[in-house]
């Protein structure tokens, strides 16, 4: 039963598709979001508390810190909504997380005496560029990689399964010397194998240095404190990547980083999708039929490549919003512009986009079975393809001019298995190669397609 609220959503992430990116939405939602607002404000409170120069901060019991993780642990959408109320009134985010962990310190001694040192010497941007990096992080790790991990493993199975059956290629559209099937997957499955690489190696950055990236607030209060290396060690804490040069918002050039990989990734996945629609188109793949679906609403023969089109679809539109990210974010005037804080908002809408696209693709590999008559076919019509071979075996024996001999013989023309070989039967090279030659038919000219498929 569809949910009515779903066909009122503006987005089709949060309406059609919405059950499709559960994974998502407690990331990089709005309450996402906050939770991780609160959980930044509540380690940065402890580490306060932890230090005994910060005299003015209880060293807190286990007890209580158990209570302030907590706030983290349990924390819920109606306490998004409580933020979201306060919200209301101060017409500021951060401040109403800060609000909102005061009240909850209430009924704890320890920490209601170190209420003021809730946000100490923070910028808001000190506790959202470290939020939206954790967020980044759990939503790459947890959710994006693994995703991407499964198709490229589909590719590769594909790639195996597929390894020695021979293929006509195509260069400009034109029939090309012969591949395997396997092959061609196996060169997805490389190009994506690199580019997953480049986006698990992104290290998150952030920034804790205050309103102007100098620690000034900081300096004042406690001077006898080193608060680059305090608050190094804080981020390092987090799992993240401490950045001691900003100005007042950490600069963004990781999440840059991050984005032209996913975006590279993409643009492979956009290559893959259109050259398996048209493997579909020349009837190389069938796709395995789904009892109920519907191809066409009036041509009921059809069996349509949707997965694949649905997926290049949201690949386009994910790499239209990360290439704005990359380029946007990391550009502010001069210490401050609040122009990223609008375009942080969307990164689940990109990072949903690309998921709904991996979960298409990867159900249309599932649905993939090859067709050795189909492509058996299209070889046996293209004896052409073996004049590179003929005309590179006669370069090495030093025929004159093989090029252009066979250029005379099969450029634009369709040429029989007779042909060719009577051509062969007439070239003044050694008993050996003529033989090889002559034995050779375009579904045995492979070169090392085979291996080089079951290699990845």
């Known amino acids: 039963m569809t949910d009515p609220a779903t066909l009122l959503a ?19 939602s709005e309450y996402g979001f906050m939770r991780e607002r609160v959980r930044v404000e509540i380690e940065w409170l402890k580490t ?18 158990r209570e302030l993780d907590l706030l983290v642990e349990e924390f819920k959408p109606s306490d998004a909504a409580a933020i979201k109320a306060i919200e209301a009134r101060t017409n500021h985010d951060v401040k109403a997380v800060e609000y909102w962990i005061k009240e909850r310190l209430e009924g704890l001694p320890e920490a209601e005496r170190a209420r003021e040192f809730v946000h100490f ?9 470290t939020a939206h990096a954790l967020m980044l992080t759990a939503g790459r790790d947890r959710v994006l990689l693994p995703a991407l991990d499964a198709v490229i493993e589909r590719f590769r199975a594909l790639a195996h399964e597929h390894a020695a059956l021979p293929m006509l290629s195509r260069t400009h559209g034109q029939p090309a ?21 480049a986006i698990a190696a992104v290290r ?29 060690r804080f981020i390092e804490s987090l799992g993240l990547e401490f950045n001691p040069y900003t100005i007042q918002i950490e600069p963004h050039d990781a999440m840059a ?11 492979i996945l956009i290559d893959a999708c259109r050259d398996l629609w048209l493997y579909i188109s020349y009837g190389y793949f069938r796709q395995k039929l789904k009892e109920g679906e519907v191809g066409s609403s009036t041509m009921p023969h059809k069996v349509n490549p949707i997965d694949f089109e649905n997926a290049e679809g949201n690949l386009g539109i994910a790499n239209a919003l990360l290439r704005h990210f990359a380029d946007k974010l990391p550009v502010s005037r001069m210490q401050r512009d609040l122009t990223d804080s609008t375009v942080l908002r969307n990164l689940g809408v990109a990072f949903g986009h690309t998921l709904l696209a991996l979960d298409s693709l ?22 052409e393809v073996l004049a590179e ?23 634009g023309k369709a040429i029989t298995a007779e042909a060719l070989r009577g051509f062969i039967a007439g070239l003044p090279l050694p008993e050996s190669a003529k033989e090889r030659l002559l034995a050779l038919v375009p579904q045995k000219y492979t070169g090392k397609a085979e291996e080089l498929a079951k290699r990845i």
Request: one cysteine or more; glycine letters at 4%.
């Open 10 to 28: 503006l987005s089709p992430l949060d309406g059609r598709y919405a059950t499709k990116l559960d994974a998502l939405r407690p990331i990089f």
């Open 48 to 65: 306060l508390a932890a230090d005994p120069r910060i005299a003015e901060v209880p060293t807190f019991s286990p007890s209580t810190v």
């Open 121 to 129: 010497a923070c910028t808001s941007e000190d506790i959202n560029n």
């Open 177 to 197: 010397s012969p591949t395997t099937l396997g092959k061609e997957m196996a060169n997805v499955a490389a190009r994506l194998q690199r580019t997953r690489a």
């Open 204 to 232: 998150l950055t952030a920034k804790f240095n205050g309103a102007v990236g100098n620690y000034n607030a900081h300096a004042i209060a406690y001077p006898e404190i080193d608060w680059e290396e305090f608050n190094r």
């Open 257 to 267: 980083e991050l984005f032209d990989a996913m975006a590279r990734t993409n643009t």
């Open 362 to 383: 990867r159900r249309g590999l599932d649905k993939l079975e090859a067709d050795p008559k189909a492509l058996e076919r299209d070889l046996a019509e293209a004896w």
């Open 389 to 411: 071979a003929v005309q590179t075996v006669m370069r090495r024996h030093g025929i004159p001019n093989p090029y252009e001999k066979l250029k005379e013989m099969t450029r």
